[in-house]
C-alpha cells in the first residue's frame, strides 16, 4: 500500500505540466490500485445518481405536505356542488368567493381572531418571562432538593394535560380559599392567564427546559464579571443574561404562541362561550347550521360541507403561516441553537 | 443587596466568632447560602404555580380515580371505592379497551418510523444543494400545523372522503409488490404480513411525514454540531456515504435519538387524533370523572413504563463527546 502511494507521488512529479487534465486524470488512474479505483467510480456514480434521488424523495414528501394546503385553497374558492362534480379535482369549475365569506360569517372571524390574539400573544409573553426566569434558576443556582424540584419540570413535560385538566377544572371554578372566598374563573381568559404567569401554561415543561440548556451554554465569565461589579442577581439576569439570550427568547415565544394557537384541548376544557380559532373550527359543523341555515337540523352531505371546513382551515391557519414566513429563521435555527437536548 | 444579606446571615447564625480565619470560611459559607436563596426566587414564581397547577391537581386526579365523583355545593364530593373504577374502564367499558391497544400499537409502530424518516429526511437536509431553503421551510411546515384541529380535519379529510391526495401517493407501494416478490423468490408464509405491513406504512405515510417536524429540526440542529474535524477525518480515510453514516453520523446525533423518541411520545398524547384521548374526554363530558382519571392514569402509566425501558434500553449506546 505504502508503495503504490509512493509511485503515485513520482508518477505526479515525473508527469510535469504537459499534459491536458484529461490525460492527467488518465494517467493518475492507471497508476492506482484497483481497489481505489473502485472507490473513485463508486463515488463518481453515487455523485451523479443521488441528487436525482434525493430530488425525487424531496419532492414526493415536499408533495405530501403541501397537498392538504394546496387543496385548502382550492377548495375555498369553489362552490359547493364543485365537490359533488368527478371532473373537478384541483381547480374549481365555478370560481366563488361566497364560501369563504359564510364561513367567516360563521366563525365570527374578527372577534375571534381579536380575543385569540389577546390570549396567545398575552399567554405566550408572560410564560416566556415566567419559564425564563425559572430556567435560570435551574441553570444557575445551587439549592437543596433541586434535582427533586427539576424531577418535577420532567414530570411537567411527561404528564399528558388530559391527567391533569379536570382538577384543574374544579380548581379554577372553585378558585380561592376555601371558606373564605371562591370566584368562578371559568370561562374567563384567568384561566389560561394564571398558568402562563406562573410558568404552569401549556407544555412551559418543555420551554423551562429550553431555557435551562440554553442558559448553562452561557459562558460564567459573563455573570462573574458582573458581580464583582457589584450586581446582584436579579440585575445580573436582567442586565446581563437577558440580552444575551434574544434569540432563544423569540424563538421559545414563537412556540408558544404557536402552541397556544393549536391548542384545543386546554381552551374548550376552560372556556365555554370564550371562542378561540382552534374552538371554532372544531364545531365549525354546529355554526354552519347555526349561522347560515338557521336550524341545526339541516343535513349537508359530509363531502359538500369540507368546502366550509378547508375554507375554515385556511383561515385559521393563514395568520400563524404569515408568521412562519416572515420569521422562519428563528423557528428553525433557533430551537436547535438553543440545544434542547442535553437531557 | 447582597451583602446586606450577607451580613444578616454572619449575624444571625453564629453570633461568637473566635478568631478570624472562621470569620473568612463563613462569609464565603454565607454567600453560597446566599445564592442559594437567590435560586429559590428565581424558581419561586413556578413553585407556587407549579403546587397550584399542577402538583395538587395531580395529586386530586389520582385520588378521583379510586372515588365515585360527583358534584356537590362548592366542591366536588368524592366517595372511596378502591380499585372498582380501574375494572370498569378494563372490563366493562365499550370502547377503552381497544382504543388503548389500537393506541398503543400505533406509538409502538410509529415512534421508530418516524425517528428512522426524520432522521433520514435530516441527513438529506444537511447535505448542500439548490433549494434547500425552501425544502427546509417546507418540512418543517407540520412543526406550526400538526399540533392543532386543523391537522384532525385534513387527515379526516385524507382519510374518509376518499379524495386522499395521501392513498394515491402510497398506492404505488401498496399494490402487493412486495408480496409478489416474495412469493417468486419462494418464501411463503411471510409475505401476507410483510406486504400488510408494508402497506399500512405506506398509507401512514402522510402521518408519519406530519408528525415528524420538530424531530427533522432537532436531527438537523444535531448534524450541525458534528464537528468538522470528524468530517474531514472520514474524508481523508476515504470513508463511504454509508460508513460515515455509521460510524459518524449516528454516534453523533445518538443523544438526541433519546430527545426524540420522548418527544415523539409526548406528541401522540396530545396528538388531536388520539382516539383514547378522545374517549377520556368524552367520559368528562358525561362527567363521569372517577373512569374518565382511571383511563387516563392506565394510559399514562403504561407508556410511561415503556417509555422509561427503552429510554434506559437505547441510553446505553449513546454516545457522548468525552469534553
Known sequence: MTDTTGSVVKNESEIGNGLTPRQAKKLRMQSMTAEERGYVRRKAVMDAVWPIFRFV???????????????????????????????????????????????????DFWNTLKTTLILNIGC????????????????RFKFKFKGLLFGIVIMMILVPTQVISLPLYTQFRYFGIRGLFTINLIDTLWTMYLPAITANGIRSGLMILIFRQFFRGLPKELEDAAYIDGCGPLKTFIRVMIPNAGSAFLTVFLFSVVWYWNDYYVSSTFFVNTNTLARMLTNLDVELKIRLFQSASVEISPREQIVWKEAGCLLSITPILLLYVCLQKYFTEGIARSGITGI | MAEEAIKNEETVTEPGSPSPKPVNKRRKLTYERCKQLYGYGFISIWMIGTLFFFLIPLVKSFWYSFNEVSIGEGKMMTDFVGMSKYYYVIGSDPNYTSYLSDTLKETLWKTPLVLIFSLFIAVILNQKFRGRTLSRAIFFLPVIIATGPVYKIISG???????????????????????????????????????????????NIFGIVWSSGIQILLFLGALQNIPPSAKEAAQIEGATAWEFFWKITLPYVSPFILANLIFTVIDSFTSPTNTVMGRILAMKEEWKFGEAAAMA?????????????????VSRFVYYEVE
Open chain 1, 57 to 107: 424523495i424531496l419532492f414526493g414528501l415536499g408533495f405530501v405536505i403541501l397537498y392538504p394546503l394546496i387543496y385548502m385553497v382550492s377548495c375555498t374558492f369553489r362552490e359547493r356542488s364543485d365537490m359533488t362534480d368527478p371532473t373537478v379535482m384541483w381547480i374549481p369549475r365555478h370560481f366563488t368567493l361566497n364560501v369563504l365569506r359564510e364561513t367567516l360569517t360563521a366563525m
Open chain 1, 124 to 139: 405566550s409573553f408572560v410564560q416566556v418571562v415566567s419559564c425564563a426566569l425559572t430556567g435560570y434558576g435551574f441553570a
Open chain 2, 157 to 203: 379529510d385524507m382519510n374518509s372522503t376518499g379524495n386522499t391526495g395521501a392513498a394515491q401517493f402510497s398506492t404505488m407501494f401498496s399494490t402487493n409488490l412486495v408480496g409478489q416478490l416474495l412469493q417468486f423468490l419462494g418464501i411463503y408464509g411471510i409475505s401476507d404480513n410483510m406486504s400488510t405491513m408494508i402497506s399500512t406504512v405506506a398509507d
Open chain 2, 297 to 313: 392514569w392506565i394510559y399514562f402509566i403504561i407508556v410511561l413504563v415503556a417509555v422509561g425501558i427503552v429510554s434506559l434500553i
